[in-house]
């Protein structure tokens, strides 16, 4: 199954707007954002690890960090790499959770569920006993789980969530150039090419709101 969203947001922009496509597959999603105006900012952001890894640095008080992420971004050390340069003392504790982005597209992600419970405590356990005080999560899908992974690895652990961290490090450089909008709410067209129906409970639960299967248009993804 495969949804692709458009989504041009005026809200975020002064003077021009963000036009960006998203494509959600059952293994991750592929972001990308366009606009003339935002070539050099899109530059300064090609590393998108360093927002989530700069909170981590200031989080963390004994040095030893967590990762959980996609086995690719695992697999290309990049977090690592950024947090070693920012402090070359911290250690960092990675691992692949494959399982938890088909779970919560399933709508597996709800304290509770015994299903992502139990994988959770899987892939959470051998990295809670390594010790580490900051855990990021590096998947934009995690912090649908920001209240399993708590109780998992427990109060003392400081969770970073990657995308919170990408959006206000946006925000402060779109303040910088003083490009940030004034407006406190944009438009949203969103564009599926299977069912409308799933993708809007999907949207929905990534949003945080209700998104009415009306809202949702079909594409006849053949035509392109």
């Known amino acids: 199954m495969v949804f692709l969203v458009y989504h041009v947001d005026y809200s975020v922009f002064r003077a021009q707007p963000r036009i960006s496509s998203s494509v959600f597959t059952p293994w991750a999603s592929i972001h990308c954002a366009i606009?003339?105006?935002?070539?050099?900012?899109?530059?300064?952001?090609?590393?998108?690890?360093?927002?989530?890894?700069?909170?981590?640095?200031?989080?963390?008080?004994?040095?030893?960090v967590g990762l959980i992420a996609t086995a690719a971004s695992v697999r290309s050390g990049t977090y690592e790499r950024?947090?070693?340069?920012?402090?070359g003392d911290i250690r960092v504790y990675a691992k692949a959770?494959?399982?938890?982005?088909?779970?919560?597209?399933?709508?597996?992600?709800?304290?509770?569920?015994?299903?992502?419970?139990?994988?959770?405590?899987?892939?959470?356990?051998?990295?809670?006993?390594?010790g580490i005080d900051t855990l990021m999560l590096g998947c934009t899908h995690y912090p649908l789980l920001t209240e399993i992974i708590g109780e998992i690895m427990g109060p003392e652990v400081t969770l970073i969530n990657a995308g919170a961290e990408?959006?206000?490090?946006?925000?402060?450089e779109l303040t910088a150039k003083d490009m940030l909008a004034q407006r406190p709410h944009g438009e949203t067209t969103l564009y599926a090419s299977d069912s409308p129906e799933d993708f809007a409970a999907l949207a929905g639960q990534f949003?945080?709101?209700?998104?009415?299967?009306?809202?949702?248009?079909?594409?006849d993804i053949e035509r392109y």
């Open 35 to 64: 606009s003339p105006a935002m070539v050099s900012i899109a530059r300064g952001f090609a590393k998108l690890a360093a927002p989530t890894c700069t909170a981590a640095v200031k989080a963390t008080r004994n040095k030893k």
């Open 166 to 172: 990408a959006a206000r490090a946006l925000r402060n």
């Open 82 to 87: 950024t947090l070693n340069a920012l402090d």
């Open 207 to 219: 949003l945080d709101r209700p998104i009415e299967k009306d809202a949702v248009g079909l594409v």
């Open 97 to 130: 959770c494959p399982l938890f982005v088909p779970l919560v597209e399933n709508g597996r992600f709800r304290p509770g569920d015994t299903v992502i419970e139990t994988v959770a405590r899987e892939y959470l356990t051998p990295l809670k006993e390594t």
